[in-house]
């Protein structure tokens, strides 16, 4: 397997009982890239997340993480990842340098070494006014810089960070994807779960799962550029009679109403989709536009999500 991948699986899957959680995923991640997992709740990125971090066992599959084999190697990875969870997993009735401090602890850092470690995070993450703090009275926003701070203290090789802005507004959250990029340019590798489309198209590449398959792999650009549909918006009276009328077609993946548009989905085999659609929309204006990851992940989840 190559040394310039981060993260590679193959066949990776978990079951709960009879449930397949994650099925089957091939993965190859290169180092120094901010990978995304692309999906709606219950699509299987936790649990994804949590057998590459060593914390769960694949019931099948081959997973080697920076180089090492996964089970097995959780002890060596313990020190060369980090792993921010989707909920808050600081102490919250400790201030902002006790967290730090405990979590310095745990890594086996010096007492010098924590001292200075831990004067650099607080000013890289801007919370040197509130080191007395308690985490548990602060905003979303710096509750998640907090844990950024944490889940790189020990500064992991590989970062893994699942759905870490779903408790933040969209300011902060943009800031965050900043951290994102520096961490990324200092060669840090991070693979990030998301629901949010934007967040995902900040990613060099990303999977979309969908009930734990992964449906499509790639950077945003390539998967908009090959997705199996043409785009085309629809203006005019009447549009949501005429999207009951459209989502019947076979051909048409979905319709879906953006403010007075009708973005509508026709598969690529459609051979030309302005005139197939212009004798369906009875004189509404109609123009082909160019796809949106929501679109391509509308497409390969066979507009199931859409309404
Ligand atoms: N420990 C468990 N026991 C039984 N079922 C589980 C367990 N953990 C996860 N699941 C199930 O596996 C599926 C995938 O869950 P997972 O948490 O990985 O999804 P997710 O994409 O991360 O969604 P979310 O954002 O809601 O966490 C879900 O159907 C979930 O209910």
Known sequence: MSHELAIETRGMTRMFADLTAVDGVDLAIPKGSIYGFLGPNGCGKSTSIRMLTGLLRPTSGQIRVLGETLP????????????????????????????????????GLSRREAKARLAELLALYTLEGQERQMAGSMSGGQRQRLALAAATLHKPELLFLDEPTSAVDPENR?????????????????????????????????????????????????????????????????????????????????????????????????AEPAAWLGSRVAGRSLAEVRPSLEDVFVTCTGGRHVG
């Open 174 to 270: 943009r800031e965050f994807w900043e951290r994102l990029f520096d961490l990324c340019s200092q060669g840090t590798t991070i693979l990030v779960s998301t629901h949010y489309m934007d967040e995902a198209e900040r990613c060099h590449g990303l999977a979309i799962l969908e009930r734990g398959i992964k449906r499509a792999d790639g950077s945003p650009q390539a998967l908009m550029a090959t997705m199996g549909a043409r785009v085309l918006e629809v203006a005019g009276e009447g549009l949501r009679a005429l999207k009951q009328q459209l989502i019947a077609e076979e051909a048409v993946l979905s319709a879906a109403q953006i403010g007075s548009r009708l973005r509508v989905l026709v598969r690529s085999d459609v």
């Open 72 to 107: 097995g190697a959780e002890e060596k990875l313990r020190r060369r990842i980090g792993y921010m969870t989707q909920k808050f997993s600081l102490y919250e009735n400790l201030s902002v340098r006790e967290n730090l401090e405990f979590v310095a602890q745990i890594y």
